[in-house]
């Protein structure tokens, strides 16, 4: 397939998607949404913790949190423990047309197979491309928890899955976690939340 060529004019975009997992329930996910309402464009943020893009498609429920911020800037949040499903994607998509969507997942695929990853990250992008809307689709950051060489195999494979249909961005070079602290994956603290807001900033 023909690389396609991505031209991103921030002035010709009205209406943005973000979609995420817990890092966008948090720091970085405010601050992204916070950038992305400045340019002047109608933004909307869903963000399901734990999730991975299958669940955008099966409604899976989300204990750990969820976070929404509509068009209006009306914010919605779960805590921890409660239940709450992953919005289905095709509701989404049908109720608020984005014309750019930018994705962070990617994270909690970090112990699946080449396969699985492949699939399901494709099956996302097509089904946000189709919409249809430009897409940048962000890979997962550093943690501590998570074995450095796990997430250096996963990017390789969101890399093939998103070839030739759109950006991914690497996040490792933009994010580290302190060797003390925090939960040893989400950005908390003072410290953590300069990272997630210079990771979104990067972004």
């Known amino acids: 397939m023909t690389e396609p060529i991505f031209r991103y004019d921030r002035r010709m975009i009205q209406k943005i998607l973000i979609l995420g997992d817990s890092h966008t329930c ?25 999730s991975s893009p299958n669940w955008w498609f099966e409604h899976l429920p989300t204990h750990c949190g969820f976070f929404s911020k ?65 897409l940048i689709w962000v890979g997962p950051p550093v943690v501590r928890l998570q074995p450095r060489e796990n997430l250096d195999r996963l990017y390789p494979f969101l890399f093939k899955a998103l070839e030739g249909y759109c950006p991914l961005l690497d996040s490792r070079p933009w994010t580290w976690y302190p060797p003390e602290g925090g939960d040893g994956i989400h950005y908390t603290g003072n410290i953590g939340r300069q990272i997630a807001l210079n990771w979104a900033e990067e972004v």
Request: proline share 6%; hydrophobic share 35%; glycine share 6%.
């Open 26 to 50: 948090g720091h970085y996910g405010i601050h992204l949404d916070r950038l992305c309402r400045q340019t002047g464009a109608s933004v909307q943020t869903w963000a399901s913790c734990c």
């Open 70 to 134: 509509d068009e209006k800037g009306k914010t919605f949040r779960t805590p921890f423990g409660v239940y709450y499903p992953t919005p289905d994607i095709a509701t989404l998509l049908k109720n608020f047309s984005p014309e750019l969507s930018v994705v962070s997942l990617g994270a909690n695929m970090i112990d699946f197979c080449e396969s699985y990853v492949i699939a399901t990250t494709r099956k996302l992008a097509m089904t946000l491309l189709e919409a249809p809307s430009q």
